[in-house]
Each structure stands twice: as structure tokens, then as C-alpha cells.
């Protein structure tokens, strides 16, 4: 592991498709398993305790899970009591707790409320002791016996089965089809077979139609009547704006309270997760969350570097950044329904411009989706600086209940 360490995400799916919660790991450049060291594994631990610290951050997380590979060295470091036990899942090897003292120790944590994922437990029979102790059991589809997956005769009440490496969709649904979890790498990235064209809906036209108001600065009275034609639009607004908390004082109630309080442009990129999040596809709560988490990383990253107006420009390219995917039409498509400056247009189309960098950045700590060293260096940008970036996104994304 190079002393520059980035951390990356996998994000875990139930049967449902919804997001249960993600992986963290170091960014290797490649896809193997098990390569981290000990210390490697404690300054990820410490680096994911640092960014916890505070009831307002664990409650931020609202019951997601965190998963984290272990040794049985590290399962009684300090640092492991620092993460909340209810968030907390560490993945140890079936090696691992055949020692004794691993499995004690791990017993231990499990009593204090922490999961433990049992890593390749596909060879396990049922009725295995260890099966009593972990919450999960890990393992893949068996290609040779027609996509079989060994570790579903191992899931109960007790322990969930997940499983890793999927390469398709249709792999997932297998999973989906016996009610398992399953990590799915960037499978969120590639279309369903025969994904149908979708395009706006009426929400979504709604919300297209603010926006240009707002670009626009129509007067608030017009806004008002526009969003009133959508009730339900209006509380998902006012939820979204309120459940990350600004410090305001005051819970916003109305369209009016928001710009007396936010002004337009803050009110333009809350449009724009609206927006985002507007699907009615059932399989799209895994698109809507990434946009969200890269839309606030590329917000962060970008704090500092450039003025506040062009860092909120960057949360609403990231916002946008899935569009196409959601809407099902390609981002040209997209961007002659909704207008946007040139800049932020070119970030969606090319990742070039001011904006496109730290948008490539944000996809790149999307579990090895790329370069992450070259586009943090381009943008001069610390390794510690992108992961605290990184954390704090994945968390207040958490905070937003879509």
C-alpha cells in the first residue's frame, strides 16, 4: 500500500435494490481481496472514527451499515470502540475465528452490538458453530453449478447472506430472487437489458420548469403557484432541505421562508437533487444516492479552491451527473430540457472545464473508478483532503431519507 492512501466505496443492495450500506476500502488500482496491512486497516478505521465523532454524525448514517475488512489483530484496538457498534461490520476469514481468541474476541464485539462478516463462507455446512456469532456470511455464485449460490442454505434470522463479484444484473436478480444481499461494485453504472426510455415526468417538469424560474430570478409568487400544483413535491422539498440541518434556527415551511432564509442560488441546487430523486423507478434508489453523494464530494473538494457560488455549482454537476441514467435518454438529451451554463454542460458531456475535474474525481473514488492520484494532483488536492471529502459526502447523503 503506497503511503497516499484514497479511499474508496462498494455500495451493498438488498433484494428490493435499495442501498443497506457500503464497503470502505483503500484505492489499490486493482481488484483483489485481502491485500491491505494491519496499519492500513487501523488508519481506516481511525479515518472513518474521526469523521463519527458526535451523536449529529452517527445519527447522520440512519441505520446504514459500514463494512470493513479486519484481522484478528485489530479487533481489539481502541479504535474499533470509537465506531457506532449498530453501523459497524468487520469481515474477518473463517482462518481468522477457527483461532480461538479471534472468535472469543469477536463474540465479544457482537454482544456490544458490532456485526461480523464471515469472509469466503461458502464452503461452510450448515449448522457450522461460527454461524452463531456473525451477522453475515460472504461468498459468490458458483459458475460451475449453473450460477448456484452455496452460502443462501447458510442465511437465517441471525446471519445475512452476501454475496460478491457479480458481473451482470441478471447475476444480481439471481441473488435477488433468494432475498440476498449482494455488493455490486460499479454494476450501478451499466443499463438493465431493455431499460426503457423515460424521460421527464410530470413531477419532473415541475421541478425543470422552478429551476428555470429561478435562473431567471421570477418573482417568489410565481414559484409558489408553480410548486402548488405538486403537493407532494413541496414536502419532499422542504424534508430534503431540512433533514441535513444548516444551523438555520428555524425549520423551513414554505418556499418563501426558503429564499428568505437560503436565497435563490442554495434553493437551485436543492431543485437539482429534487430533481434527481424525482424517479419513480424502483431500481433507482441506488443511481439517486450515488448522485447525491457525488454532487456534495464534488461540492466539498471543490471548497476552497474555487468561490462558494462555483462550489455550489459543482454539487448541482454532480446532481446531474447520473440524469441519463435515470431519465433512461443520453446527457445530450438531457441538457436541451434543462439549461445549464457552459461549464457545468461540459462537465456532464466531456469532464473537461473548470467543474469536470472534480467531478472525475468524485466517480474515480467510486470502488477504483479511476485515476483517483492523477485527478487529486491535477486539482492539487491532499489524499486527506479528498477523503475527508469523501466521508463527510457519504454521510450527509445518508442524512437525506429518499
Known amino acids: 500500500m503506497s503511503e497516499t ?4 466505496r462498494e455500495p451493498l443492495l438488498n433484494a428490493a435494490q435499495q442501498i443497506l450500506g457500503y464497503e470502505l476500502s483503500w484505492y489499490s488500482g486493482e481488484q483483489g ?17 474521526a469523521q463519527l465523532q458526535g451523536a449529529e454524525a452517527m445519527s447522520q448514517l440512519n441505520g446504514s451499515l459500514l463494512f470493513f475488512e479486519a484481522t484478528p489483530a485489530l479487533l481489539a484496538a481502541d479504535v474499533v470502540r470509537q465506531l457506532p457498534a449498530k453501523n459497524t461490520v468487520l469481515r474477518l476469514t473463517v482462518t481468522d475465528l477457527s483461532d480461538p481468541e479471534t472468535l472469543k474476541a469477536a463474540a465479544a464485539l457482537r454482544q456490544q452490538g458490532y456485526g461480523i462478516s464471515l469472509r469466503g463462507a461458502d464452503a461452510l455446512k450448515t449448522g457450522n458453530p461460527l454461524l452463531q456469532v456473525v451477522s453475515h456470511v460472504e461468498g459468490r455464485l458458483s459458475h460451475e453449478q449453473g450460477a448456484a449460490i452455496p452460502i443462501a442454505a447458510l442465511q437465517s434470522a441471525t446471519a445475512k447472506a452476501v454475496v460478491r463479484k457479480l458481473a451482470s444484473w441478471q447475476e444480481y436478480d439471481v441473488c ?3 432475498g440476498l444481499h449482494a455488493f455490486i461494485g460499479n ?43 405538486d403537493a407532494a413535491l413541496s414536502y419532499k422539498l ?10 438555520l434556527g428555524a425549520e423551513i415551511q414554505s418556499l418563501r421562508h426558503a429564499v428568505t432564509m437560503l436565497g435563490y442560488s442554495p434553493l437551485y441546487r436543492w431543485l437539482s437533487l429534487l430533481l434527481a430523486t424525482a424517479s419513480t423507478d424502483s431500481h433507482a434508489a441506488v443511481l439517486m444516492q450515488t448522485a447525491i453523494v457525488r454532487g456534495r464530494f464534488a461540492e466539498l473538494a471543490g471548497h476552497g479552491i474555487l468561490p462558494k457560488n462555483e462550489a455550489e455549482n459543482l454539487f448541482v454537476v454532480g446532481m446531474f451527473s447520473l440524469l441519463d441514467r435515470l431519465l433512461g435518454i443520453p446527457m445530450e438529451e438531457v441538457l436541451a430540457k434543462i439549461q445549464l451554463a457552459e461549464p457545468m ?3 456532464l458531456l466531456t469532464r473537461d472545464g473548470m467543474y469536470g475535474p472534480f467531478l472525475a474525481l468524485a466517480e474515480a473514488c467510486e470502488l477504483n473508478n479511476g485515476n483517483i492520484a492523477a485527478l ?16 463527510a459526502a457519504l454521510l450527509w447523503a445518508q442524512a437525506i431519507k429518499i
Open 5 to 8: 492512501k484514497f479511499l474508496v
Open 33 to 49: 481481496e485481502g491485500m491491505a496491512s494491519d496499519a492500513d486497516l487501523l488508519e481506516l478505521l481511525s479515518l472513518a472514527a
Open 176 to 178: 435477488a430472487l433468494q
Open 187 to 229: 454494476l450501478y453504472l451499466i443499463p438493465r437489458a431493455n431499460a426503457e426510455k423515460k424521460g421527464l415526468n410530470s413531477a419532473q417538469i415541475i421541478i425543470v420548469q422552478l429551476m428555470e424560474m429561478l435562473r431567471q430570478n421570477a418573482d417568489i409568487r410565481e414559484l409558489e403557484e408553480v410548486l402548488k400544483r
Open 238 to 247: 422542504f424534508r430534503y432541505i431540512n433533514s441535513v440541518g444548516f444551523g
Open 345 to 347: 454542460a461540459q462537465a
Open 376 to 391: 487529486a494532483d491535477s486539482l492539487f488536492i491532499s489524499a486527506r483532503q479528498v477523503n475527508d471529502a469523501h466521508l
